[in-house]
């Protein structure tokens, strides 16, 4: 008989000829299958599980007789016996080919498995991450071989692993002789690999084989929110999800104002980098705190934010960022130890990975969304838009994508708005106003029933968030109240007693004072508010749209965790969007954080994100004169010249003037970027 047979793996279709009596395990490793597997082949982990098939085999031309594989053994048997394995299961690292087989690698055995996270977005993640957890056999120290216990562990990782060259920081070293000691020289080793060319390095060691997975942060630092994923590096999972506000928003609510801080202050940048290092180190401990783990399995961290936000996180001076041409201090990604940017509370050498800058004012965020949308891999031209306090643009297909950033200022999120407030429990969120009564009811977050809905009951009204604010001044229009221009009607003009004077103009009473709650009103100066920063953001798609030499787009993605409150019709009606048919609107969720998850997750996405950052072309609003045009003309609701075909068949805007009013408060000045 051959000394070797013929082994073919599924779905990989990889195949070659081994040695008889060699493990799947061992087969698949030098035929380059994807079989997973972190105890080494010792039978613990259970990762290497493969379903061998019997019988004939037309396809390959083979036949798989039963006695193919090696019979079930000791440590099967046993690891069957106390946590089991489904029918026809077997482990690779145990089970050898004694004949020409076929196995199939299920999906769950696989080391760059696709997972997909309906919870998170519909997307397929692939999992490949720069920190995987590796059991090793530690030789012990002897008398006769004085080397260290590291060097040691090292030849160990080397040996049984082919990992070389490992390094390790002195939090590691400190904890690793007893560890090793309590594991009786059997220790899961936390190696960060991240594929670039650099070496190795030991992030955390544990005593014995470690069941639980390691786990990683993706963060979203906003400027004027931060949110953070609890990740499981294992298969993608989110375990805890939370956010709190950016605490720089005491020393100003828009980027500028931060640089104006950083400016006008000594230390006052110093000062703002330590306050958002404090937020996110407690953003990390509520987090790992809400999911039940140890601090000290968080390997891994991933942050993507605005340029500003970036160089204010690293202690780096952002003055630049406030004048032409709005230099970066660095603008490549970013590895380096977790602890440097004020993560402590994770394991001791968790690393931090920060995603590329495209340009001086258009961020890691917004490649973050990049890397999520991936706009250039489409036939079809799409605007995505991650709506914030500073909204990043991009625009695309597969022949380039466009990037820029426009200022729009806080307004959106609730902030510069008289009765407006954060998204939270009480805040009016949806609103519909009869355009024949002129009457509004109202959902707020908390609620599911509707204002006027007896189940609606009598709960606190606090205030109004930014998905409220933009339905209730579109609804405005929609219903009469407000005319082209921006003004709000006279109780006469309007026929409705809720348009109350306030001085020289007037406001919507969209809730009336009661014992537990505020009046809720939309005044003249919040109608301004969401004007200029609507304006800006129309404006800056505008801008890009005139540099791919189109007038319209296919599509239209609302970005951000704002975005996907956003109501596409009202954000039509408002112009805060080019004309698009309704349908071709969607929203991405907070997109930037999927993009972080991805990088987090797989090593790929990040060389992919970092290659395609070079290619986006970046368009400066602050010096392009058409910027000042597209700003005034989107001042009008929707617009002053666009004709906005495709929401005139789902919605007649009543054409109604209140004495022609003045020109929009501010109009045709920039806004400050923020």
């Known amino acids: 008989m051959s000394d070797d047979a013929l082994v073919i793996f599924t779905p990989s ?3 070659g000829r081994v040695e008889k009596g060699t493990s799947v395990l061992a087969a698949a490793r030098k035929l380059g299958v994807d079989l997973d597997s972190v105890c080494g082949g010792r039978g613990i982990c259970s990762k290497c599980q493969v379903a061998p098939g019997y019988g004939e085999f037309p396809k390959h031309g083979l036949h798989v007789a039963p006695d193919a594989l090696s019979p079930v053994n000791a440590v099967e048997e046993r690891y069957d016996r106390i946590r089991g394995l489904k029918p026809g299961r077997r482990l690779g690292c145990q089970a050898c080919i004694q004949g020409d087989v076929v196995i199939d690698v299920p999906a769950e055995s696989q080391v760059h498995r696709q997972v997909i996270r309906k919870s998170a977005s519909e997307r397929v993640m692939e999992m490949d991450p720069a920190t995987r957890p590796l059991y090793v056999d530690v030789a012990e120290p002897s008398m006769h071989e004085p080397s260290g216990d590291f060097e040691r562990l090292a030849a160990a990782l080397e040996s049984q692993w082919q ?3 490992l390094q390790a920081d002195l939090a590691v070293l400190s904890v690793l002789q007893t560890r090793l000691r309590k594991g009786d020289w059997k220790v899961t080793a936390a190696v960060h690999e991240p594929g670039d060319g650099t070496a190795p390095r ?5 005593p014995g084989y470690r069941e639980a997975p390691l786990y990683g942060l993706a963060i979203d630092l906003g400027s004027t929110t931060i949110a953070g994923h609890l990740v499981a590096l294992n298969d993608g999972h989110v375990l805890a999800s939370s956010g709190l506000m950016n605490p720089q928003i005491r020393f100003g609510e828009d980027l500028m104002s931060r640089v104006s801080y950083a400016m006008m202050n000594p230390g006052g940048a110093a000062e703002m980098t330590a306050a958002v290092r404090e937020a996110m180190a407690g953003l990390a401990a509520a987090l790992t705190t809400e999911a039940g783990i140890e601090p000290e399995a968080v390997v891994e961290a991933v942050v993507v934010c605005n340029p500003v936000m970036h160089h204010l996180l690293l202690g780096l001076d952002p003055v ?25 509370p994770l394991a001791p050498a968790a690393r931090a990975y920060l995603l590329p800058l495209i340009a001086g004012h258009v961020g890691a965020d917004c490649a973050a969304v990049a890397l999520s949308e991936a706009p250039e891999t489409r036939d079809d031209l799409s605007l995505i838009v991650d709506v914030g306090t500073n909204a990043e643009i991009l625009l695309g297909n597969r022949s380039r994508v466009l990037a820029c950033s426009s200022p729009t200022g806080p307004a959106f999120e609730g902030a510069q708005i008289s009765s407006g407030q954060r998204a939270a429990p009480g805040a009016i969120e949806r609103i519909e106003i009869d355009p024949v009564t002129k009457e509004p009811r109202f959902r707020i977050i908390g609620n599911a029933h ?19 604010i933009i339905e209730a001044v579109a609804e405005m229009r929609i219903a009469g109240i407000l005319d082209p221009s921006g003004l709000i009607g006279s109780a006469e003009q309007v026929g409705s007693a809720r348009c109350v004077a306030t001085g020289r103009t007037h406001e919507y009473v969209i809730h009336d004072a009661t014992p537990d709650g505020p009046r809720v009103t939309v005044t003249q100066g919040d109608i301004r508010a969401i004007q200029l920063a609507k304006s800006a953001l129309y404006a800056g798609a505008r801008l890009l749209m005139d540099e791919m030499g189109v007038d319209r ?14 109501s ?5 009606v408002l112009g805060m969007i080019p004309d698009v048919p309704l349908e071709a609107v969607t929203s991405a969720g907070n997109a930037a954080g999927t993009g972080a998850r991805m990088a987090l997750c797989s090593r790929s996405a990040r060389r992919a994100i970092e290659a395609q950052v070079k290619r986006i072309v970046k368009i400066e609003t602050a010096i392009e004169p058409r910027f000042q045009e597209h700003f005034v003309a989107a001042n009008a609701i929707p617009h002053a010249t666009a004709p906005f075909s495709e929401l005139a068949k ?16 501010g109009g045709g000045r920039r806004r400050r970027r923020g």
């Open 13 to 15: 279709g990889k195949r």
């Open 163 to 165: 990992i070389k060259g």
């Open 202 to 206: 030991l992030l955390a060691l544990y």
């Open 320 to 344: 630049e960022l406030g004048q032409a041409p709005f230099a970066l201090a660095s603008g490549a990604s970013l590895s380096l130890a977790a602890a440097e940017i004020g993560l402590a």
């Open 450 to 468: 509707w204002s006027d809905d007896p189940a609606f009951g009598t709960p606190t009204i606090t205030g109004i968030c930014g998905s409220g």
């Open 553 to 566: 787009v296919d599509r239209v993605v609302l970005a951000g965790a704002f975005g996907a409150h956003i």
């Open 568 to 572: 596409p019709k009202h954000a039509m």
């Open 650 to 665: 789902i919605v007649t805007l009543p054409e109604v003037s209140f004495n022609g009013g003045p020109a929009p408060e």
